[in-house]
C-alpha cells in the first residue's frame, strides 16, 4: 500500500539526512547558538532581503503557532482566523491552552477574507468582548488553496487599519512559493508581521524558522521559547536542516516536485469527469470520490477521508518531496482505468 | 433619564440592605466560613432537597463561570454553547483566557439544543481536535428566553449520552423560576451538573451562589477559588445576602416582580403593532423599534442599542427589581401615544 | 469572646454603610463608569497629586496582587518577594496560577531589603533562568513592620537600576501612613509603578484601589480586569466606599485608631515583660506568649496562633477601624492581673 | 579546543543516526502510532516489567517536565522539589508558566530529602496556601549525585504517606542505572508513579521516553501532549532511537562509557589534590580549581563555570558517549604535569 495520507509519511530528504550525518561528530554549544543555526539564519535573512529580521527554529506546527500567538497577544486580546484554520480545528486548542481566544468566520475558499476582518473588528469595540489583536492565515490553507500576493497585500493593509498583527503559518509554503502568482518570501517578508517556514511537511526530519519581521515581537522571543519548553538542546539539528533547505533552493526544489506530482493526479481526475472539491495547484487534493472509484484506490493506495458524500466520499491525496513519479503513475493508470 | 439599562442599575433590595444594616457590627470569622454562610447554604440545600450539594459563594457572574469551567475541564477539553451565550461573547475572553476553547453553533432561539451537542460530538473524536467536555446554558437567556423543564431534561439526557457536565448560568434565574413550565429550582438540581444561582442581577449588592451537583466537581473547590483570587474576606456579605434572599421566597417575588413589569411593556408594545425580536416572558425584551419611536422613548427612557436595523434600532429594554410601576405606566403611556 | 483574629471581622464603618443607603436607590452605569467612581478616582488623584495615575477598583487583596502581577509580567518573567510575602505564603499559589514565578529570598524584619534584589538580579541573567520585572512588597508587612520613607527610596532606586517594576501591596496601608516616618501616600506614588490602597482591612466592606503610576502598565487594564472576572457589575459600590474613606480623611483616622489601641495592647505586654516577637508600630502584634498567658487571654479573646514556641505560642493579635478601646481596656487588665 | 560543557554537544551516537538512516524511505503514520514507537514501547515496558504502563515519546526535558507536572497538578496544587531543581533553577519558569508553584527546601548534596518533604507538607495544611501534590526529583541530579535505591524507596514510602505523586526527571538516567547501589529500571518503576528515560543526553539526537505508572496519570495524556504543542508529526524518529537505545542495551553501554571517562579524570584530580566540590560517580564533575589550573585547562578543553571561589573558579565537567578516551588521557596528562 503506498500512502498518500501526507507529507510527513518518510524521514528526511537525502539531501539533509546527508548534512545530518556529516556533521554528526563536530562539537558545537547548544540551544541554537552553534554555527549552524547562524548560516541558516544568515541564507533566510538574505533570502528576505531584511538583516533586522529575527530567525528562531523551532520543532513543530503547532507549538511555533502557539508560541507565536500567545507571544503577541495579552489573554484579553484574540486573534482572527477562518472556521477551518489549522489553529482553530486541528491543534486540540493550543491557542486556548495557552489563553487566547480565536475570533473566526465562515472560510472563502479555505482562506480568510478583508471583509472577514472588518466585520470582526467592527464588532468588537467593547470592553467586555475579547479585543482583535492579530489575524492567523496559513500559505498554503487548510484546503490546498493559497493566498495571491494582491490578496496577501490587501490582508496587509485591513491589519494596518486595525492596528493587527498579520501572522502566515507556512507549514506548506514551498508549496505556494513556486506557484507565480503567490507571493515570494521576500514579498511575504514585507506583507507580514511574522511567519514560519515549515520544515517537517517540506522535507526536513522536524522543524520550522519563525521568522519574526515586527518589532514589537522581537524582545525575548528566546526566553519565551525555553518557558514553553521549546527550545532544542541540540539546536544545530534546526540549523543544519534550515541551511540546506536554503543554501541552494531545495526548499523551491521539493515544492516543484511535490506540485507537479499533484497536477499529475489532478489531470487525471479531471479527465475522468471526478469533480475536484477545491480546485487547487498546490499539493493537496480535495476530490469527491464516487464509492467505486474510492474501493478500486484503496486497494493499493492509502488517502485521508475528509466525510461521507452522497455516493462516496470526500478524500484528499497529498504529495511530498518523496512521492515517486512511479507511485503517481500507477495512481494516474489505475484512474484512467475505472 | 429613567434607566431600563439593565437590572443592576441601583443597590441591593431593601430587605438585603437591611441584613447588611443589622448585622454590620457583629463579629465573625472570614472568607465564608461563618453562620451566615452556613444559613444561606443549608436553605439553598432544602430548596434544592439535596443535603450532598455544595454551595459556594462568588463576587460576580464571569468570575463564577471561569471558575467553575476552568475547574472542570483539562486544556485540552471544550465546553459547548451557543454563539450567543455570555461565555463567548460578552466575558472579555475570560473561558479561553483560563485555557479552554468554547465550541459553538449558532442558537435556536438564544438556546443551545441536543441537536447542536450531537452534532458537535460527533465531529470531535480526534486527538488532534478539543475533546467536548461541558454544555453551558443560560437561564435565562442572552434573548430572554428560557428553557422549559422539558427542553431541560433532554439537555441533560444527551449530556450523559456523550459523557459531558452540564452547567447553568443562572445569572436572572429569578425571571424563570417563576414561570409555570420552567423547571423549579429542584428540579434544576437534578437535571444539571452545577449552576449558580445569581445575586447581582436579582436584588442582591453583588453576589451569585454557585450549586455543585456532581461529586467530581466538588474537591478542593474553595482552593480554586483563592487561586483564583475569588474568595471573599468578609464572605458573611455573602451568606447574609443569600440568606435574605432565600429563607422566605424574596428571590421568586423579585422575579415576579420584574416579569410583571416586563409584561406590561410588552402589551403595550405588541398592542402598538411593534414587533418584538424574540419573544419573551422574562425581564429582557427585545423589540425592534421604529426610528420615530426611539426617538420618542429616549427623551425620557435609557435603553440598549443591540444594532440598526431598517428604518429604526433594536433595542433591549430590562426591568429589575427596583422597576417601579409608576415608571413603566409612564413608558406604557408614552406607547399608547405614539 | 471578643475577637482580635483580623481586621475584618465586621462590616463597613458606619460611615461607609450609611452612604450606601443614601445611594441605594440612585441609577447608574455598571463596570466603574459611574459618577461615585470618578468622585473617588479624583479624590486619590488629588492626594497623590497625579492627574496621570489610571485608579481602578478591585474587590479583593489576592485578586489585586494576582491581576497586577500578571498584567506586568511575561511567563519568562519573575516577581521577586521575601519568603514571609503575601502573594508567596498566603495567596493558594494565584501568582503562579496566572503563570509567574516569585523569586524569594529570607525576609528581614519582614521586608525585602535591596541587597536581596541586588543578589537575585545578579544571578538571574541566562535564558534558562527567569528575568527578574517586578519586586513586591507590602506596607505594613506580614510581620506588622512597615518601610519608611529612606528604605522605600532605596528600593526605587535598585528597581531602576535593574529595569523592575516596584508594586506595594496596601491591604493594610492606613495604619502605615500615620506614622510620621513611613512614606505618604504622595510620597508612594512617586516612589512605584504601581500599588493598591487597602479597603477591606481599612473598613469597607470590600475593595481595593488599584494605582498605576507607570505607563506601561496603564493600556486597556480595563480589559484585563473583566478577562480575570475581576469587574465589579455594580461597581459604584467601590467608588461609594473610597469616596467615603478619602474625601475627608476617613482613612487616615482609622489608621490612627487602630494604631492607638494596638500601642495600648503592646504596652501592657511591654510593661508585663512579655517579649514582643517583631516590635512594630502598626495594627499588627506579634508576641510570644507563656502558657499560662494564653490560656487566660482564650477565656476571653479570640487571638491567631501562629506556631509553638518553647513553653507556649506565638500569637498574632489584629486591631481594627471596630476595635472598641471598652474591649482594649478589659484586654490590658486581663494582662496586667496575669 | 575540546569541549567538555555538556553531554549534548555531539550529533547522534553511530548506531542511531544508523537506523534514522536505514529506515529513511519507509513510509508510516504520525504522531507516534507507527511501528516503531510501538516496538519502543514494548520494550521499555519489557525492561520494567509492567505492561499496564505508558510511553510516550518526547521531544526535550523542560517540555516532558512541564507536561507531566502540569497534567498532574491543579493549579492551587503545588510540586516540591530542592533548591538546586532543574525545573526550579534552569527552565525559565516553565512549570509556573503552566500554573503550579514549586515548594523548595536547600538541598542536601544535591537531593531531596524525607525531611523536606515532612515539613512542607506540615507547614501546608490550609486553604489559603497552595497544596502539596507531587515531588520532583533527578537522577542523576543536578550536582552529579545519584539516589540510591534506598533512598528512593523512602522517598517513595514518605508520598504514599502524604498523597503525593513521585516523578523523577532521568534525563541522565544512563549514568546512574549502571552503579551498582542506584535502582534499577525495574525498581524505578516500582518507587516512582512516572519517570521520563532521557535521549538527548544520552546518545540520541533528542527524546525523551516518559514513563506513566500511576493509572490517575495516564487518561488523554496524548490529548494533553498536542494541546501543549508537544507530538512530533514524524513520532517514528522517537520511535527508532528509543528502540535502538533499549533493544541491545546500548542505553547502559552509553552510560558505562560516560561514567568511566569521568572516572579518569577524578583519579587524576584527586591524585593532583584539587578538591571534588560534591564527590560523584556520574558524568558530571564538579570541582573547584585554582586559577592556575583553569587557566592551563581553558588553553585546551572548554569546561563550565559555576562561580567564583577564593582564589579560582568552582567549574563543571562532562563526559558523554562521544567523549573520546584520546581527549580524557590528554586532559588527564595536563592535570598531572599542572
Request: proline share 3%; glycine share 8%.
Amino acid at each position: 500500500m503506498y500512502s498518500f495520507l501526507n507529507d510527513y509519511s518518510e524521514g528526511a530528504h537525502p539531501q539533509i539526512l546527508e548534512a545530518l550525518n556529516q556533521t554528526n561528530l563536530i562539537q558545537t554549544v547548544g540551544y541554537g547558538k552553534d554555527e549552524y543555526c547562524h548560516l541558516a539564519q544568515k541564507v533566510i535573512k538574505e533570502r528576505i532581503h531584511n538583516e533586522q529580521a529575527d530567525v528562531h527554529f523551532l520543532v513543530g506546527g503547532t507549538q511555533t503557532n502557539m508560541l507565536m500567538i500567545s507571544y503577541a497577544l495579552k489573554h484579553y486580546q484574540a486573534v482572527i482566523a477562518c472556521d477551518e484554520g489549522h489553529i482553530q480545528v486541528h491543534e486540540t486548542g493550543a491557542v486556548e491552552g495557552a489563553g487566547h481566544k480565536i475570533l473566526t468566520r465562515p472560510h472563502v475558499h479555505g482562506k480568510v477574507t478583508c471583509q472577514m476582518i472588518e466585520d470582526i473588528c467592527q464588532q468588537h469595540t467593547d470592553e467586555h468582548m475579547v479585543q482583535p489583536r492579530m489575524v492567523y492565515i496559513s500559505q498554503t490553507t487548510e484546503l490546498g488553496t493559497y493566498y495571491t500576493r494582491d490578496e496577501l497585500k490587501a490582508l496587509y493593509e485591513v491589519t494596518r487599519k486595525y492596528d493587527l498583527y498579520l501572522f502566515l503559518d507556512g507549514a506548506r509554503l514551498g508549496s505556494a512559493l513556486v506557484l507565480p502568482d503567490a507571493p515570494t518570501l521576500e514579498e511575504i517578508a514585507q506583507y507580514v508581521d511574522a511567519f514560519y517556514i515549515g520544515g517537517t511537511k517540506m522535507g526536513a526530519l522536524f522543524g520550522e524558522a519563525l521568522v519574526i519581521i515586527h518589532d514589537d515581537l522581537k524582545p525575548q522571543f528566546r526566553y519565551h521559547m525555553k518557558n514553553k519548553g521549546a527550545m532544542l538542546a541540540k539546536g544545530r539539528l534546526l540549523g543544519i536542516q534550515f541551511y540546506e533547505l536554503f543554501k541552494d533552493h531545495l526548499y523551491e526544489d521539493i515544492g516543484l516536485h511535490e506540485n507537479r506530482m499533484a497536477d499529475m493526479i489532478r489531470q487525471a481526475l479531471i479527465k475522468k469527469g471526478i469533480p475536484l472539491y477545491e480546485p487547487s495547484a498546490t499539493n493537496q487534493i480535495f476530490v469527491d470520490l464516487p464509492q467505486n472509484a474510492l474501493e478500486a484506490i484503496e486497494k493499493e493506495f492509502m488517502v485521508t477521508h475528509m466525510g461521507a458524500i452522497p455516493g462516496g466520499e470526500r478524500v484528499r491525496i497529498v504529495t511530498s518531496w518523496a512521492t515517486s513519479q512511479e507511485a503517481v503513475l500507477s495512481f494516474v493508470s489505475l484512474i484512467e482505468n475505472l
